[in-house]
């Protein structure tokens, strides 16, 4: 069977509206696949938005489905839907809450102990959890206190802000900004002579870098041929020759070895010195008397006779 272009277009256009039907009633807190029982209640003030959450003892169980402003009694009137396996009494209460900081309001069922039961569409009195009210008041008005204190501060600081721009005097922000200025232009000035005597002198800095760079390269290798020395050697070389001369010194003082008794021996200093006076006599006889020692005669002159010196040590 060959269904014609008009049906198909009826069956969409109608499965459209049922959409919308079904995603209205659903934004607007309804889910019309699920039965539910709606009651009503009112308040004084709105503290509620379309699909707050009704609870009962912390539990989700429905949800505020219409808000309506009430002309004749001054009240807003709140609808609200429950599922239908909810049972409680017509006289139990519904309370206005604050679900948190950013949690925004909520509604919660209050029950009553007794056989009464609600009906669908019946009227459930309403309360105010205490210290909401009180809270948004104190709230409002700390805002209030603040956001004035804040203001006047903020136009102290206007004030003062507007009087140093105003100010031309030397603690004024235009002396001041006068000052930056001259400032920035000296550094661009000095800037300018050090590009200048850069550029003037380049070769010379050229040369310097290359310099510095032979005698870092000259300090690194000095550095490394130090490394290859063995320090630890030389000082113990250096140690053992001094304890040898210390012993040395020591041998010297105590008498030991040839200059340690000639040094020592006050017998063998005096024959040695009677041994010099002596052979220096002998030198002295040798020049006045040279034919006792050897017999030549060239001139057939005669030898001195000797004389013997007053100090026998000249």
Do not use: C, H, W
């Not at 009906?119 to 700390?142: M, P, Q, R, W, Y």
């Not at 004024?172 to 200025?181: F, H, V």
């Not at 210390?246 to 021996?265: F, P």
């Amino acid at each position: 069977m060959k269904i014609s272009r008009e049906v198909k277009t009826a069956i969409l256009v109608i499965l459209g509206i049922v959409f919308f039907i079904f995603g209205f009633s659903y934004l607007k807190g309804r889910n019309l696949l699920e039965s539910s029982n709606v009651f009503y209640t009112d308040f004084d003030y709105n503290a509620l938005t379309p699909s707050s959450p009704v609870t009962i003892k912390g539990n989700a169980v429905g949800k505020v489905t219409a808000i309506v402003y009430d002309f004749e009694t001054g009240k807003t009137r709140v609808s609200f839907s429950v599922d239908e396996k909810l049972k409680f009494s017509k006289n139990s209460k519904i309370r206005l809450y604050e679900q948190g900081l950013m949690g925004g309001n909520a509604l919660a069922v209050i029950t009553a102990n007794d056989n009464e039961m609600a009906k669908s569409g019946d009227f459930i009195t309403s309360e105010v959890e205490e210290g909401l009210v009180k809270n948004l008041a104190n709230n409002f008005s700390g805002l209030s206190s603040e956001l004035d204190v804040t203001l006047k501060s903020a136009d102290s600081l206007l004030v003062n802000l507007n009087g140093l721009v105003a100010d031309d005097s030397d603690k004024g922000i235009k002396s001041a900004i006068a000052e930056l200025n001259e400032t920035l232009k000296s550094f661009k000035s000095l800037s300018y002579t050090l590009k200048s005597a850069v550029s003037k002198n380049e070769d010379k800095l050229s040369a310097v870098i290359t310099n510095f760079n032979k005698v870092s390269e000259d300090l690194a290798s000095l550095s490394g041929d130090l490394k290859k020395v063995e320090i630890s050697k030389t000082v113990t070389d250096l140690d053992k020759t001094l304890v040898n001369v210390n012993n040395l010194l020591t041998g010297l003082e105590q008498g030991k070895g040839t200059l340690g008794k000639l040094m020592k021996d006050e017998k063998l200093y005096e024959n040695l010195e009677v041994a010099s006076y002596q052979l220096k006599e002998l030198l002295q006889d040798f020049k006045l008397n040279p034919k006792r020692y050897v017999n030549v005669s060239v001139f057939g002159k005669k030898n001195k006779e000797y004389v013997k010196p007053e100090d026998e040590r000249e």
